[in-house]
């Protein structure tokens, strides 16, 4: 019921690989938050990418900001900075660059007319927002401390950006989501073949972060009735 996609030793592979390309970061005199702040701006990029219907390129950069949010941790604990403002700051840049990138899809789907990509979108991210919440606020109040909480239900957030990234791939190599024309009386429907991934991509992440969620709320309640005295 608890388990995720994201196992904890495929977690410390893929951060052991992290360390030497984020040392090499260190030695270019860029600190874990300069990192955290590099990966947030090209969330943004990202955003404006899809915000405008560049379905692939905004991919390629959810892609890279992602990469960029493994580095800023390997360099915090590979140097020994590791700190409470470098926790807090990597977490509400995490949480701010799954917004705006939502944010900007929403916008590529209003610029298309597809409304209901746009509330997908919206959905998408209120569930994200969700599971980060329920991690949050169970840790602050003892439950399953450290990344204990990473580690419970299907869709935490790497698994969510990968889902993205397809998405966001698919939809521009079948066509984007423009608006169908018609050619002789027949309409063209390889100019709106996106529109079915990029709803089917956000509807998956929306369903699959509310289970995670679910997941995450049993899992606290329960906990041991001894967490209740602590």
């Known amino acids: 019921m608890s388990g995720s996609v994201v196992s904890p030793e495929i977690r410390a592979r893929v951060r052991n690989i ?6 090499a970061f260190g030695r270019l005199g860029l600190t874990p938050n300069h990192l955290t702040l590099i990966g947030f701006g090209i969330a943004v990029v990202a955003a404006f990418a899809a915000s405008r219907g560049a379905w692939v390129p905004a991919a390629l950069l959810v892609i890279l900001g992602g990469v960029f949010d493994l ?15 470098g ?3 990597d977490s509400v840049f995490d949480r701010a660059g799954e917004a705006v990138l939502f944010i900007g899809i929403g916008v590529g789907c209003v610029a298309a007319g597809f409304n209901a990509g746009t509330v997908l979108a919206a959905g998408a991210m ?34 969510r950006l990968v889902l993205v ?59 041991p009735a001894s967490k209740e005295q602590e």
């Open 18 to 23: 992290a360390v030497p390309i984020a040392l």
């Open 126 to 159: 209120a569930a994200s927002f969700m599971v980060s919440y329920t991690r949050a606020k169970s840790e602050s109040l003892g439950f399953t401390p450290g990344t204990g909480m990473a580690n419970v239900g299907l869709a935490p957030r790497e698994v």
């Open 71 to 85: 580095f800023d941790g390997a360099l915090a604990r590979a140097t020994d900075r590791v700190s409470r403002v």
């Open 87 to 89: 926790a807090f700051l």
């Open 165 to 223: 990234t397809l998405g966001l791939l698919l939809t521009g190599w079948n066509g984007g989501i423009v608006a169908p024309i018609t050619v002789a009386g027949l309409v063209d429907m390889t100019w709106w073949a996106g529109r079915p991934v990029l709803a089917g991509t956000l509807g998956l992440i929306t369903i699959l972060a509310t289970i995670t969620t679910i997941q995450r709320i049993v899992h606290v309640i329960r906990q």
